[in-house]
């Protein structure tokens, strides 16, 4: 299943977003400084993203394979979240060469779903109705307590306790729920998505 993903991945970001791809425009390398294993992405749309770590790119292809009947506004959401993968994070930053945990979200949905909401995450906690930790569904801004007084980060929750995020620690990336971290510093979520 993961290598039908895997070849799933490079045909839905080359139809969605105009470009041709073939298997060429993917390779594994390694990554010297960490000694990770990380795919390299040479696709027209993420250019600028010189290596996707092999983590991230299981994920949402296990995410996107789940959904094979997905609808058009859930394959827009994974394209904008694919497209910023690895985007480096930046406190108050708004753009692909750096972007905070808010404006990811901000982003995703404006440009995926044409949905407004504010620019901040407490502000964005706020919007949509609220949601049980039991209910999320693709989707759902999940709200955490990073930092010990309230809401300080969010992110787009997209099925097997998985969500996307710009975190401090990695920039945009997939995390889990269930980690302990975010497991413990969880506070809330909000469906935005009618």
């Known amino acids: 299943m993961k290598i039908i993903g895997l070849l ?39 250019q600028k993203k010189s290596l996707i770590e092999q983590s991230n790119l299981e994920t949402l292809t296990n995410i996107v394979s789940e959904y094979s009947n997905t609808s058009v506004d859930r394959d827009a959401v994974m394209i904008r979240i694919i497209e910023l993968i690895n985007t480096p994070y930046l ?36 919007v949509g109705d609220p949601v ?36 401090s620690s990695g920039g945009v990336k997939t995390s889990s729920l269930s980690e302990d971290y975010y497991n413990a510093k969880y506070v809330t979520a909000r469906r935005v998505i009618k």
């Open 8 to 46: 799933f991945l490079p045909v839905l970001i080359s139809t969605m977003i105009g470009c041709s791809a073939s298997d060429s425009d993917y390779s594994v390398k390694t990554n010297k400084k960490t000694k990770k294993t990380e795919q390299v992405a040479s696709i027209t749309g993420i």
């Open 91 to 126: 406190w108050g930053g708004t753009t692909t060469n750096g972007i905070d945990c808010s404006a990811f979200c901000q982003r995703v949905m404006k440009y995926a779903l044409g949905v407004d909401i504010p620019r901040t995450s407490i502000m964005q906690s706020t």
């Open 132 to 167: 049980d930790r039991e209910n999320l569904q693709f989707g759902d801004l999940v709200f955490f307590n990073t930092m010990g007084r309230r809401i300080s980060h969010v992110g787009i929750y997209l099925g097997e306790s998985v969500f996307a995020h710009s975190s």
